[in-house]
């Protein structure tokens, strides 16, 4: 978990112990789990919202690309047709 060993997380814990208190730790904890998850909910509506316009703007290229190919075939047709007549 980022590079952190076991030992480094249990001095992390023994300073926020002693800085906190035992009786505070448990409300400090519910805090940063609270923080963690909200983080990872805003993290992944971002990506969700990246996603879909990426996908808009696929589906937006694609559109135009058959547009375009339908008005060159629209325009190969005219062309065959005013040479045949």
Known sequence: MFGIGWQELL?????????IGPRKLPEVAKQIAKAIREFARTKEEVK??????????????SYLEIKEKGDED???LHETKKENQ
């Open 11 to 19: 001095v992390i814990f023994l300073v926020i112990l002693i800085f």
């Open 48 to 61: 969700r919202t990246i996603e879909n316009h990426l996908l808009e703007m696929q589906r937006e290229n």
């Open 74 to 76: 629209s325009e190969t």
